[in-house]
């Protein structure tokens, strides 16, 4: 499984041409692919680049201008665990971009393989992400929140990136009759694929935070946030983005998939308690999964 590669050994382009069910058909795996990751284990990458406790590392943030990605930004320059933070944004950063660790591409998403030169760090956060409305459609959608996150994990692997953090959504499943849950699960199922040494999942709920564009559901369900059971109730991106920094820098070896209700626990009490380590029960996609690698 993978991306199609060209004759001169580079991923080929996932541009609009691509969106028909062979470009999904080579990035998705099959269901019998499926079955076996979940039950089986995937040999974490050999080769991925070593790093020691106390190093100081690089990383790449995509969708650094979202609610959670402008978080994780922020957060990331003010940690002194990372010493050069690359962004790649389809336009430019809102405030003062000029932050000595900080470097800022600006990339067309659909020509994502063009700038491979840039994921040669040691950890990739991924909080891209859109709506049916900005988007248009369910198959520009789609590109953006499966397509664009699964080329650029493959071209982290590429480039023997050791950590890949993705932000997900509550209630992510292939088999769901929700599109936006099915799309997010088939991403988890395909990401979870590649031979990563550490992946960490985040499954928030709806997102509470300040908003460029604000969106008229997350302002209700912010309002109403108290009466929303436990496991559903909205998040503030704030939350979401300082658990993921947190295991950034823990950096810890295996597959970890952290609920909603853990990423509010975890950043509340400012720890990582609630995080499953290797050989815990976890799942990938909604189905159960075996162990963590």
């Given at each position: 499984m993978g991306l199609k590669y060209s004759a001169e050994g580079r991923p080929a382009e996932v541009g609009p041409?691509?969106?028909?069910?062979?470009?999904?058909?080579?990035?998705?795996?099959?269901?019998?692919?499926?079955?076996?990751?979940?039950?089986?284990?995937?040999?974490?990458?050999?080769?991925?680049r070593?790093?020691?406790?106390?190093?100081?590392?690089?990383?790449?943030?995509?969708?650094a201008t979202g609610l959670v990605g402008s978080e994780c930004l922020r957060l990331l320059l003010q940690n002194d665990t990372f010493s050069r933070v690359v962004v790649l944004s389809r336009r430019p950063l809102i405030g003062d971009s000029s932050h000595p660790k900080l470097k800022t591409h600006?990339?067309?998403?659909?020509?994502?393989?063009?700038?491979a030169s840039w994921f040669a760090v040691?950890?990739?956060?991924?909080?891209l992400g859109t709506?049916?409305?900005?988007?248009?459609?369910?198959?520009?959608?789609?590109?953006?929140?499966?397509?664009?996150?699964?080329?650029?994990?493959?071209?982290?692997?590429?480039?023997?990136?050791s950590h890949f953090l993705l932000?997900?959504?509550?209630?992510?499943?292939p088999d769901s009759r929700f599109f936006y849950s099915r799309m997010k699960g088939e991403l988890e199922y395909a990401v979870a694929e590649l031979?990563?040494?550490?992946?960490t999942i985040a499954r928030p709920s709806l997102l509470v935070g300040k908003r460029e564009r604000p969106r008229l559901g997350e302002r209700v369900a912010g309002g109403l946030r108290a009466l929303f059971p436990a496991r559903y109730r909205p998040i503030h991106a704030t939350d979401v983005a300082?658990?993921?920094?947190?295991?950034?820098?823990?950096?810890?070896?295996?597959?970890?998939?952290?609920?909603?209700?853990?990423?509010?626990?975890?950043?509340?009490?400012?720890?990582?308690?609630?995080v499953a380590p290797a050989g815990s029960p976890a799942t990938i996609g909604g189905a159960p999964q075996s162990s963590l690698v």
């Open positions: 041409a691509g969106w028909g069910a062979g470009v999904f058909a080579r990035l998705l795996p099959s269901p019998a692919t499926v079955e076996s990751r979940v039950r089986g284990d995937v040999t974490p990458c050999f080769h991925a070593p790093i020691g406790m106390g190093e100081h590392r690089s990383v790449l943030l995509i969708g600006l990339v067309d998403f659909d020509r994502l393989t063009s700038a040691d950890q990739i956060i991924c909080a709506t049916m409305k900005a988007a248009g459609s369910r198959a520009r959608f789609r590109a953006v929140d499966l397509l664009y996150p699964l080329t650029a994990a493959h071209l982290g692997v590429e480039k023997r990136v932000v997900s959504a509550l209630g992510a499943n031979p990563y040494r550490s992946l300082r658990v993921l920094i947190q295991h950034a820098e823990a950096d810890g070896v295996g597959r970890r998939i952290i609920e909603s209700i853990e990423l509010r626990a975890m950043a509340t009490n400012g720890a990582s308690h609630g």
